[in-house]
């Protein structure tokens, strides 16, 4: 079974400074990484994802991040904040042979001025 | 190429009501899947649907019923509805049972009252 946590369910960040998001996962088989982004009153928006291949991995408006098996983590980075990335961030796994997503509970980003 | 689609935007029902929502798949994608997000929450699988039949379900009820069509697209059924119903409800299409393709529609936000 696979499962995510995410510490931290609410961050706040000044404009310009580093967003770090943290997602820790539980797989007993290979995962598959994921980073969705839920604006007010909307779906889920795909930042990013992991599969195979390179450990850091790049998504869209700027954000990265890099799976790391020793450490079970796949958090969530961007050098620089931006007003328009406060939104929820969800962090997702699965495997290439399950049925489902497990998503974490989900952390809020707030950019202050 | 067209994303996936969810119809209605929004629903208001009652308690003890019967609900039908509708998804239409990313072109080529023949699985459905469908997620409950409760207000402060990540989603939560209800099930799954490939090539028309059922393919693994999650923690809920048996209320919560689905269909797959074959042209893919696919409805999710929830009959007596109950307050703690109120949620946006996702869909995700993707392509045979590769997870890393799946994609999510707008949602549907749905109010008991």
């Known amino acids: 079974a696979q499962s995510v946590t995410q510490l931290g369910s609410h961050v706040s960040v000044s404009e310009g400074a580093l967003v770090l998001l943290r997602c820790n996962y539980s797989s007993s088989v290979p995962p598959y990484l994921f980073w969705y982004v839920q604006y007010p009153n909307q779906g889920l928006q795909l930042l990013l994802k992991y599969t195979t291949g390179a450990t850091l991995v790049k998504g869209i408006n700027g954000f990265e991040a890099e799976f790391k098996k020793s450490e079970t983590s796949f958090h969530l980075t961007k050098p620089s904040a931006h007003m328009s990335d406060a939104a929820e961030y969800f962090c997702a796994v699965t495997t290439n042979t399950g049925n489902q997503f497990y998503f974490g509970t989900g952390t809020s980003l707030t950019v202050i001025p | 190429e067209t994303g996936v689609t969810q119809s209605p935007t929004h629903l208001i029902k009652t308690r003890g009501q019967q609900v039908t929502l509708r998804c239409s798949s990313q072109?080529?994608?023949?699985?459905v899947s469908w997620y409950q997000q409760a207000l402060g929450q990540g989603p939560q699988f209800i099930f799954q649907?490939?090539?028309?039949?059922?393919?693994g379900r999650g923690n809920f009820p048996p209320r919560f019923s689905g269909l797959q069509f074959p042209n893919y697209s696919s409805e999710l059924n929830v009959n007596a509805l109950e307050l703690d119903d109120s949620a946006l409800y996702l869909c995700a299409s993707s392509l045979g049972l590769r997870q890393e393709t799946q994609y999510f529609g707008p949602g549907t936000r749905l109010l008991v009252l």
């Open positions: 649907y490939y090539r028309e039949e059922e393919n």
């Open positions: 072109s080529g994608h023949n699985t």
